[in-house]
């Protein structure tokens, strides 16, 4: 299956600080990324969807000055958290969608942990 | 918006047990449905998904999952569980032939030896 990895695995910041996540496709070229949020014992929720060279589109309730994606290129989506607060602590899991491998079906990283202090 | 309901929240069972898991969808024109499972530490993994064509759909380490559409669910199953498929399976959507998937809020299978 087509492989996604996700840097940093966990990240500890102190409060109102900012944190870069990034997601890559390694073996094919994502057209579309997803960043979802897991809470413990809860589902993943979607927060945004990023295709390659245009603006995310955001989920409602999700604040996208505070949620920053960037997907530059066919292999990387960057989520930035700005201005982090403990609140913001949370497991945050990309996932990566495209081309004819991966035709409608979604890959998932393995997640990065956050912890905001 | 699509729902994704799953019935059970914490299965536990024996090895060499039968298991099924229930899972309701919301959506009601071409569905598509996934379940997802996620072992202690690693990443989602697809065990199995149903686009079209067969409703009975198997997937890899001899799990099954049935579409039927009347009563829009999708059940994952599994004739004998081993010790191995301790986890938390996540049922998703997708319709309305947008790219999103809509997650069920999981279940975490405990399987004792």
């Known amino acids: 299956g087509a492989v996604v990895s996700q840097h940093p695995s966990r990240v500890i910041c102190k409060s109102g600080t900012s944190v870069k996540i990034e997601c890559r496709s390694l073996?094919?070229?994502?057209?579309?990324m997803f960043w979802y949020r897991q809470f413990p014992k809860k589902s993943l929720m979607l927060m945004a969807t990023?295709?390659?060279?245009?603006?995310?589109?955001?989920e409602q309730g999700v604040e996208k000055d505070k949620f920053l994606i960037n997907h530059a290129s066919l292999t990387l989506s960057t989520l930035t958290v700005t201005s982090a607060h403990p609140e913001d602590s949370s497991f945050y899991i990309c996932?990566?969608?495209?081309?004819?491998?991966?035709?409608?079906?979604?890959?998932f990283g393995p997640g990065t942990r956050l912890t905001v202090l | 918006a699509q729902s994704v309901s799953q019935h059970n929240h914490h299965v536990i069972l024996s090895e060499a047990a039968s298991l099924e898991l229930g899972c309701n969808y919301s959506?009601?024109?071409?569905?598509?449905l996934f379940w997802y499972v996620q072992y202690p530490g690693q990443h989602l993994q697809l065990l199995l998904k149903y686009f079209s064509g067969d409703p009975l759909v198997k997937g890899i380490k001899g799990f099954e999952a049935e579409f039927i559409k009347s009563k829009f669910s999708f059940n994952l199953r599994k004739p004998s569980v081993q010790w191995s498929d301790t986890a938390e399976y996540f049922c998703a959507s997708k319709g309305g032939g947008g790219n999103k998937l809509t997650f069920g809020t999981g279940t975490q299978l405990k399987v004792e030896l």
């Open positions: 073996d094919f070229q994502a057209t579309t």
């Open positions: 959506y009601g024109g071409t569905v598509n």
């Open positions: 996932s990566a969608a495209g081309g004819e491998r991966t035709y409608n079906e979604q890959f």
């Open positions: 990023s295709n390659e060279g245009s603006k995310a589109t955001y």
